[in-house]
């Protein structure tokens, strides 16, 4: 087996006490492919022994609440480079996520967006946040804490105390819960 095909070291499962509100974790994660999706050049796809098409690739999360054993978490993603110009996308239940010292900035033809910008501080260098990357707010997430994870940074608190709860909040109000 080549190196590229090892997981790096520091993905390691984490004491539940570790997914504080507002760390950003990246996880090796797998979901159904919707009709019409293509893969990019960090992503893959397979199909199940049923022909269910499936997307695997490494996903950005920002953990929102803790409780034993799992996390409530919103993804942090670029939808293949696009942005919320990408078709299909609800600019209004998004906001753009950046670098702590970097500039929020919307992609050429984007929308303005739901939520205001949030910065991340990121714990190594060797991390990187493209300029594509949007929080859907309005995708609760539920991570499991006996995965491997690897913790890159935090939401800047008042960020997430000011912006990031307020926009989960407000997406969860407007849900059809009936």
Not at 101 to 116: A, I, K, S, W, Y
Request: proline share 4%.
């Amino acid at each position: 087996m080549s190196n590229s095909n090892i997981l790096d070291e520091r993905y390691v499962v984490q004491p539940s006490a570790k997914f504080s509100p507002g760390e950003v974790f990246k996880i090796y994660w797998s979901e159904p492919l919707g009709a019409g999706r293509t893969q990019t050049a960090t992503e893959y796809e397979t199909r199940s022994h049923l022909g269910q098409k499936f997307y695997f690739g490494f996903r950005r999360f920002i953990v929102i609440a803790n409780d034993e054993g799992h996390c409530t978490c919103v993804p942090i993603l670029t939808y293949e480079q696009r942005g919320c110009t990408k078709r299909g996308v609800k600019p209004s239940k998004h906001g753009i996520v950046y670098a702590k010292g970097g500039q929020p900035l919307l992609l050429e033809r984007e929308p303005n967006l739901g939520f205001d910008p949030v910065q991340l501080v990121l714990d190594y260098g060797t991390e990187k946040i493209a300029k594509e990357s949007r929080i859907n707010y309005a995708k609760l997430v539920t991570v499991e804490h006996n995965v491997k994870v690897f913790f890159i940074g935090r939401i800047v608190q008042s960020d997430f105390v000011n912006i990031v709860t307020g926009a989960v909040d407000k997406c969860w109000m407007v849900k059809n819960r009936r």
